[in-house]
């Protein structure tokens, strides 16, 4: 086990603080052994039972890239219908989404019932898998943001139709679609921050106790 520096830990604690969720992009492709240096490191995830349940699925294809763009944009239609008034408004103003720039598209689905890791720990908790596979996204998230390459997660999409759209097994269930490429600039806060919509709640660094 190496020893992690004084240094080293203020520099972690910075890719922490830095790493954004990330909506405006270059369109440069990223080199290839980039990208797979970053599946594999997201690969280094724990897992329940040591099941690696995920599944990292690079959409190349422009058509599905097109059809998963067009489900977004009908959903954010949705959510902004289902809103009124100033809510609306403000909604209809942030951008949610690095479809149309972002170079690479990865789905990140994850088996709810993997043979890998033979049931151990899913007996009770069987939503293990899912928490596994956000835990593979994190993962990612962060090689990423320290090798200056940004990630944008998209969750307004319909997951079922991603899924057929992608032609995956039915059985795997979507946790995520993420915008993969260099950050069009640099950000020290969170967009929705930026825009008014949320801010970090300081009472959540506070621990509850019992
Ligand atoms: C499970 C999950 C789903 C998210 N879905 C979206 C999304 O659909 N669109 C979007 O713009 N951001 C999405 N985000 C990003 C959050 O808005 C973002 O993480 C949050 O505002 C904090 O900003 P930061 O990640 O830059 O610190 C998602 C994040 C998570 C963890």
């Not at 489900?71 to 149309?100: E, I, P, T």
């Not at 088996?111 to 993962?139: D, F, N």
Request: include cysteine.
């Amino acid at each position: 086990m190496p020893e992690f520096s004084p240094v080293f830990r203020e520099q972690l604690h910075d890719l922490f603080r830095w790493r954004r969720d990330v909506r405006h992009f270059r369109r440069d492709p990223l080199p290839e052994p980039v990208l797979d240096g970053l599946l594999r490191t997201a690969c280094l995830a724990p897992s329940v039972g040591l099941s690696e349940p995920w599944r990292f699925v690079r959409v190349d294809d422009p058509h599905r890239r097109a059809a998963v763009r067009s489900d977004f944009a009908r959903c954010n239609a949705r959510a902004l219908s289902d809103r009124a008034g100033v809510d609306a408004q403000r909604y209809a103003r942030l951008k949610l989404a690095g479809l149309d720039d972002a170079p690479h598209h990865v789905a990140v689905l994850s088996h709810p019932e993997p043979a890998q890791g033979r049931g151990l720990g899913r007996g009770t908790m069987p939503q293990t898998t899912t928490w596994s596979t956000v835990m593979a996204i994190h993962t990612f998230w962060l090689a990423a943001t320290a090798a200056g390459i940004g990630v944008g997660w998209v969750s307004i999409i319909d997951p079922e139709r991603i899924k057929a759209m992608l032609d995956v097994d039915p059985a795997l269930e979507l946790v995520a679609y993420l915008c993969v490429g260099y950050p069009a600039r640099p950000a020290s806060t969170p967009e929705l921050e930026r825009r008014g919509w949320e801010r970090r709640a300081p009472e959540r660094r506070e621990w509850i106790r019992r």
